[in-house]
């Protein structure tokens, strides 16, 4: 009797040190589990972040004029940029067109700082209202730092035009894409002397191919790229054609310019 009593208080401690080591197993592994794959995750993302370092900083911030916000985003390249350019938008567009086009990554990764901007009434710019927009042109170039380039599509003309035809001769380049505004810019004679010029448009776009020879015209140092079957925007209808020439003017203009 004894003897069954102490096999079974024997097989009553086993049972009791197996459910005892199950509960801590049960309770620990998930833990450790999850340990296991928080670290995965900080490495995934340490290695995301030296790629990203790698690459360069993207970014999106706020530019004040005049006690108003203008949003934009700013693409820098690692290591010294070999040329800034900032990027203007049309009417129906935005400074996330550039995105869209890969024209801000792929001028990043030719080592070119890409600036683009929501102009002021436009995107998250809009209920934004300047009184002078050659001021305001003035005022980003400078918040900007060194601009050696200006991209200015369609509308972006009303800002661009203007504020070239004085202070032109403080960048290397300007590509301007159909600007309206054409017909009655006038660039001082040290602009036309030394701004340089490629002027891109769509072939199907009548009014943009017209302006060609004014600026053909007014400026020395001048070059064109009229995309077939392109349209008004053309930088859309052959994005990979415009990025690859527009990255090859910089470059080129920039070394120049050393």
Do not use: C
């Amino acid at each position: 009797m004894r003897q069954t009593e102490g096999r079974s208080l024997g097989k009553r401690a086993r049972w009791l040190f197996i459910a005892g080591v199950s509960l801590i197993l049960l309770f620990a592994l998930p833990q450790f589990s999850s340990k296991a794959e928080n670290l995965e995750e900080e490495g995934d993302r340490k290695i995301m972040a030296e790629a990203g370092s790698m690459k360069g900083k993207q970014s999106e911030g706020r530019f004040e004029f005049e006690k108003q916000k203008i949003f934009f985003k700013d693409y820098s390249p690692a290591g010294k940029a070999k040329a800034t350019v900032l990027l203007l938008h049309g009417a129906r567009f935005s400074s996330a067109t550039w995105e869209e086009t890969k024209t801000l990554n792929e001028l990043q990764d030719a080592g070119i700082r890409a600036f683009a901007v929501d102009l002021p009434g436009f995107a998250k710019s809009k209920g934004v209202k300047v009184s002078d927009r050659t001021a305001f042109m003035e005022a980003l170039v400078k918040y900007i730092g060194k601009v050696g380039f200006i991209v200015s599509p369609s509308a972006s003309g009303s800002f661009s035009l203007p504020y070239l035809e004085t202070k032109g001769t403080e960048i290397d380049g300007f590509i301007p894409v159909a600007p309206v505004g054409v017909s009655g810019f006038k660039p001082s004679g040290e602009v036309k002397k030394k701004l340089k010029v490629f002027a891109v448009v769509g072939e199907k776009d009548g009014g943009g191919v017209r302006d060609l020879e004014k600026f053909e015209t007014l400026f020395k140092n001048f070059d064109k790229l009229i995309i077939k079957d392109g349209s008004h925007p053309a930088y859309l209808d052959a994005p990979d054609l415009w990025n690859k020439e527009l990255i090859a003017f910089i470059l080129k203009v920039a070394k120049d310019d050393r």
